[in-house]
């Protein structure tokens, strides 16, 4: 989100010579529940499937110098650059990479202007790929920067591919999906709970089998011994007797 203070507001003092980059602009992660678990969804999914390092609200500054040039995507992807903890992405201090997509989350507070500045700021910093997730309509658009350098518009999100990520969109029974490369839908927390309590019954369930296969097999162990045992009171040999 791009802080709307003054550029110095909310900066703190730095010894001469040198430059802050804060690690907030104390503005909240997101307005609504519903625009928080998209970008837990988002977030999540994406760097699972990436090997680059995937941020989430994470103030990105890409001026060297200028602490008061920067925005927080809801999502950002940084191609090449390792996964790890950051306060901040400094893209000097990332051999100058810039994110190669950025992602954002609309809430009602959001307006087009803002939206229109954001667009403008990564475009010019670099990021080939914008794109708008709206929870209200389920649905949004993106932006791909093309061989002239400028952004042009995708008109739905219904359908698109990411051209750098794979991942696709589609709108299902008036919900917006998002797929991953291999066409698996992208999990929620509460999917990968639901889905590790499945498995955990699934392993419970085959434990208490083998038990039970085990304590049959035992069962049979026994009454095997005590039929020979019989046979040795009669005086007869059960290793002589044919099955």
């Known amino acids: ?93 990332e051999e100058g990479v810039p994110p190669k997509v950025v992602i954002e989350v609309l809430s ?18 670099g990021v080939d790929e914008f794109i708008l997730v709206d929870p209200d309509t389920q649905d949004g658009t993106a932006y791909v920067r093309n061989e002239r350098g400028n952004y042009a518009p995708v008109a739905t999100l219904d359908g698109w591919t990411s051209p750098f990520l794979g991942i696709r969109f589609a709108r ?17 927390l509460g999917d990968l709970e639901d889905q590790a309590a499945a498995a955990e019954q699934a392993a419970a369930a085959a434990e208490r089998a083998a038990a039970a296969a085990e304590q049959a097999a035992a069962a049979a162990d026994q009454r095997a011994e005590r039929f020979a045992a019989k046979l040795r009171e009669l005086g007869i040999d059960p290793d002589a007797v044919e099955p």
């Open 108 to 125: 009602p507070g959001n307006t087009a202007a803002e939206m229109t500045r954001k667009g403008f700021f990564y475009q010019q910093y």
């Open 172 to 188: 299902e029974d008036g919900r917006l999906m998002v797929y991953r490369p291999d066409g698996t839908r992208f999990k929620s």
């Open 1 to 93: 989100m791009v802080s709307s203070r003054k550029p110095t507001d909310g900066l703190p003092s730095a010894k001469e010579g040198e430059v802050v980059y804060p690690d907030s602009d104390g503005l909240p992660m997101s307005d609504n529940t519903e625009q928080f678990e998209w970008i837990v969804l988002l977030h999540g999914n994406i760097d699972r499937i990436r090997p680059d390092f995937v941020g989430g609200d994470l103030l990105w500054y890409p001026v060297e110098g200028r602490p008061d040039i920067r925005v927080a995507p809801d999502v950002l992807v940084c191609p090449g650059r390792p996964k790890g903890r950051r306060g901040s992405y400094i893209q000097h201090r």
